[in-house]
């Protein structure tokens, strides 16, 4: 009964890792995705910097990073399977949203909770980053960005909040 119950605890072990493993592989991929988008909105705020540009590239510009924020939000609202991989322990409804249609401001509906998963007897491993931990500074440098492009703010164009 011993060995059995090693057996079955070593299987559960198993297939733990590689649930984890699937979870956080998921997680990596959208971090990078948002990386993407830092580095890209950022060439867009050193392009728009130019004060020199005219109203319509201006406003171009700011339309792809609006794009970009847009992009940045469905990430934050990644999924792995039939669950949204930053909303804590809410896992089963989108864990971000705009606020309006413009969007001027964001909301998040996960919470701080760590999932942990048993990858070896007296082993858990936290498998999750909680969205309110890896998105709002995101939002919001995005979202400043566009609207210092929209209002052809050059001056206020901090590629040190990019960074």
Do not use: C
């Not at 005219?54 to 990430?75: F, R, Y």
């Amino acid at each position: 009964m011993i060995l059995r119950s090693t057996d079955e605890e070593n299987l559960q072990a198993s297939k733990n890792v590689e649930l984890a493993d699937a979870w956080m592989n998921a997680t990596d991929t959208a971090l990078q995705d948002v990386n993407s988008i830092l580095q890209r909105a950022r060439e867009l705020a050193v392009q728009g910097a130019n004060e020199t540009l005219s109203i319509e590239e201006t406003k171009s510009i700011s339309n792809e990073v609006d794009q970009l924020l847009d992009h940045a939000m469905q990430l934050a609202n990644s999924r792995h399977g039939d669950r949204y991989i930053f909303g804590g322990f809410n896992t089963r409804t989108a864990a971000f949203g705009f606020t309006d249609a413009a969007p001027t401001g964001w909301q998040y509906f996960g919470d701080n909770g760590s999932i942990e998963r048993a990858i070896a007897p007296g082993t858990k491993l936290t498998i999750n980053v909680t969205g309110d931990r890896a998105f709002p500074a995101v939002f919001d440098v995005l979202m400043g960005v566009r609207d210092d492009l929209r209002t052809r703010n050059q001056t206020s164009l901090s590629l040190d909040r990019l960074d």
